[in-house]
């Protein structure tokens, strides 16, 4: 079974700080995503990558930077963090193949910031 | 640009009744499309896909869809609601024409079954 993990199911951080969201698959997925979830609006795409050290702006990227060192794990970062970032965060992991569409979800962190 | 557009954020139905879930898509070329479902507090998981095949698509749990380009939709629909397929699902279409490219979601439609 794939496997998606997200470094935590909680999160509550003050305006400013900076606050990290950790990542790791387990199915040697070449291409990893993170999203935000907001009610009626969806998922929306933050950054992308498809390889180590290489990332991509989604739809929403201002605001967060992410990194990839190793190629299990993706850190999405929240440099400083304004209550407008409070959200449900999504992780997902997929192969660089015909199956690509298939993305494998993380059960997502939620995050407050007061 | 690609998009997809879930016509009801909400829908109700009663145990045993049809379910219909409506989603128009907005493509410059043949798309692919798909349909994820979100249950509470768990992850989103790939409940069908269509890739230019054949135009009526099967998923799990008993759910389909049907690609119809005249009409520009990808409506999911299941004869007969169960009290397990309350949960939110999402429309889902590729950026581009090409394996490799990100997903667009929709906005998402929960579904909620009566007893």
């Known amino acids: 079974d794939v496997k998606v993990t997200q470094s935590s199911r909680y999160l509550v951080k003050r305006t400013g700080e900076k606050v990290f969201l950790e990542c790791v698959q387990d199915m040697d997925h070449e291409n990893m995503f993170w999203y935000r979830q907001d009610p009626g609006l969806g998922l929306r795409l933050i950054y992308f990558s498809y390889d180590v050290k290489m990332k991509e702006k989604g739809d929403i990227p201002e605001g967060y930077s992410v990194s990839r060192e190793k190629k299990e794990r993706f850190s999405l970062i929240l440099e400083s963090a304004s209550t407008n970032q409070t959200s449900m965060y999504l992780c997902?992991?997929?192969?660089?193949?015909?199956?690509?569409?298939?993305?494998?979800f993380g059960p997502g962190t939620r995050l407050t910031v007061t | 640009a690609q998009s997809v557009t879930q016509l009801d954020s909400h829908v109700s139905v009663s145990e045993g009744t049809p379910v219909l879930l409506r989603c128009n898509y907005s493509s410059s070329y043949s798309p692919s499309l798909f349909w994820y479902v979100q249950h509470p507090n768990k992850g989103l998981q790939l409940l069908l896909k269509?890739?230019?095949?054949?135009?009526l698509v099967k998923g799990i749990n008993g759910f389909e869809a049907e690609f119809k380009k005249s009409e520009t939709s990808f409506h999911l629909t299941k004869p007969s609601a169960h009290m397990s397929d309350a949960a939110e699902y999402f429309c889902v279409v590729s950026r581009a024409n090409s394996g490799n490219t990100p997903l667009v979601f929709g906005k998402g439609t929960r579904l909620s079954v009566i007893a």
């Open positions: 269509y890739t230019s095949a054949a135009t």
């Open positions: 997902a992991s997929s192969f660089q193949t015909v199956r690509a569409y298939e993305q494998y």
